[in-house]
């Protein structure tokens, strides 16, 4: 199992990104996928996870964020009312679990991060 994220940048707050999770390696029924991030000084925290169609989110992030998967093994995480506080690496994040876990050892596979830079 491979997770390619991108889309990262630097962006205003108030501003938009959208982030991408390319997957291969597995079959597109078999895992949910999720992202996950890491603030400077901070410990990884849970944002977002998709699975059978059913999509969490982190209360932090929750109005703001939207994920969503196509077909082809993509998801995004579009980021809208970008803050300061989302500033960090985000990592992509595969699970077999059903449900959305904030412990980052309920996922089995990680993606290289990007980085998100929310500033004036």
């Known amino acids: 199992v491979q997770l390619q994220a991108s889309g990262g940048g630097w962006v205003q707050p108030g501003g938009s990104l959208r982030l991408s999770c390319a997957?291969?390696?597995f079959a597109l029924d078999d895992f949910g996928i999720g992202w996950f991030r890491q603030a400077p000084g901070k410990e990884r925290e849970g944002v977002s996870f998709i699975n059978v169609g059913r999509k969490f989110y982190a209360d932090s992030v929750k109005g703001r964020f939207t994920i969503s998967r196509d077909n082809t093994k993509n998801?995004?995480?579009q980021m809208n009312s970008l803050k300061v506080e989302d500033t960090a690496v985000y990592y992509c994040v595969a699970s077999q679990n059903y449900y959305f876990s904030t412990s980052t050892g309920d996922y089995e596979y990680w993606g290289q991060?990007?980085?998100?830079t929310?500033?004036?």
């Open 113 to 116: 991060g990007t980085q998100v």
């Open 75 to 77: 998801t995004y995480l």
């Open 118 to 120: 929310v500033s004036s």
């Open 23 to 25: 997957a291969s390696g």
